[in-house]
């Protein structure tokens, strides 16, 4: 029998070492009960997470672009979190923009969106003004993230940074590992903990019961992502075992 459900393709642009965003998103939408989706990716060459390989690895957007608007998507994800906030603050609307710009000379008008902008989307949606991270960058790109969210007027409270410069390898991080750095932050001021700040790092298995031990709404890049898809498609983002974020319809974008 056919599947009435309404069908949205979702183009992800990623860098080409990255193998868990086109796990963690379609996991995700799958949960949604009214809907069903595609997923179809281009991909950009990276793979040691250094400032000289995300510049060179951004370089290669408008190949990515043009590839995915010839899928005709419905939502395009720039899905690298990090590519963006090492570029300096702002940057995620920026090449949101470009990115807009660039499908719509091809007459296409998707949903344009960026793993960076769904995070900060995600944490506002929460009403979080001071948050907690765990990064599986090096320090210094690790303080580039912290200082983006600052400057988008976050109050980091604490942070980790498990110092894994090989991109395959953070697709490799156990969840153990993540949820012992987030044991060490202090939290007792903060509002929303991010346990994946990297859609690489693996995260769907730690939101829910993070949040049971923590006492705190968690997300991570993976579940900002889907959040801010299902928004911007004109979707109730509510998805079941997804943490607070995604647990009851919000309003969606004016």
């Not at 390989?53 to 990515?64: D, F, I, K, T, V």
């Not at 043009?66 to 702002?90: I, N, R, S």
């Not at 980091?156 to 991080?173: F, K, P, Q, S």
Request: some cysteine; hydrophobic content about 45%; proline content about 7%.
């Amino acid at each position: 029998m056919t599947d009435p459900r309404p069908l949205h393709r979702v183009g992800l642009v990623v860098p080409s070492s990255n193998v868990t965003v086109e796990t963690e998103i379609p996991a995700l939408l799958a949960r949604h009960k009214d809907t069903r989706f595609s997923f179809h990716a281009s991909r950009m060459r990276m793979h040691q997470v250094s400032p000289e390989e995300l510049r060179a690895m951004n370089a290669q957007r408008e190949r990515c672009v043009d590839e995915l608007a010839d899928a005709g998507v419905d939502a395009l994800l720039y899905a690298c979190l990090v590519a963006l906030m090492a570029q300096g603050p702002g940057e995620h609307q920026r090449t949101e923009k470009a990115v807009t710009e660039q499908l719509a000379a091809r007459g296409r008008n998707p949903a344009v969106l960026s793993s960076a902008g769904a995070l900060v989307e995600g944490l506002e949606a929460l009403g979080a003004r001071r948050i907690a991270l765990v990064t599986p960058y090096l320090r210094p790109l690790a303080e580039q993230v912290v200082a983006y969210l600052e400057a988008e007027g976050f109050e980091v409270v604490d942070w980790a940074a498990l110092e894994v410069a090989d991109n395959a390898e953070v697709g490799c991080i156990p969840g153990d590992r993540v949820l012992a750095a987030a044991r060490g932050l202090d939290l007792a001021r903060a509002d929303a903990l991010v346990i994946s700040a990297c859609v690489q790092m693996p995260s769907l298995a730690l939101v829910a019961p993070a949040e049971e031990e923590f006492g705190l709404p968690v997300l991570s890049a993976a579940t900002a992502g889907a959040y801010s898809l299902l928004r911007h498609l004109g979707l109730t983002p509510a998805l079941t075992g997804a943490g607070r974020l995604l647990s009851a319809p919000l309003p969606s974008p004016s």
